[in-house]
């Protein structure tokens, strides 16, 4: 008799805990790392950086310049949907919102600023694993990208 009571116990408990665990992991599923590479492109003379090689081709299909220079980078881990902000460098701020959309993409709420001044105010929807290109504005006789990653 005692044996039957304890039975649903230990069933509610090991229930309890399975539900917590995949509570667990779901949440940790539920986190992104974005990173942002910054890029000052020019039509100056010399060889690119080293540190955008990888990015090298998408860029020139997208942009007209001769010469792309890393120019600063920063990145965050963001619980989903969340928010957060990160530094690029040189005074360059990046303010993300993230949240998920539609076949395992991530809709992604984009603010670049410099200092009090927002460069560019967007909305993304990003797949892990696949950089977005940003152009952004003139500066210092080129033009600055940011290269954004989800993981």
Known sequence: ???KRITPSIFLC???FMGISLCATQAEAAKVSLRGTMILASNEK???DPKV????GKLRRLFKFGHYRHYGAGGTSID???KASFSLGNGFRM????SPAAKNKIRTGVR???G????INTVLVMQKGVPTVLGGPSHEGGNLIVILEAN
Do not use: C, D, I, S
């Open 1 to 3: 008799m005692l044996k």
């Open 80 to 82: 989903m949907p969340g």
């Open 14 to 16: 090991l229930a309890l």
């Open 112 to 114: 670049w600023t410099k």
């Open 53 to 56: 090689k990888r990015f090298e």
């Open 46 to 48: 010399g060889p690119n």
């Open 116 to 119: 009090k001044t927002t460069l």
């Open 95 to 98: 303010q993300v919102e993230v």
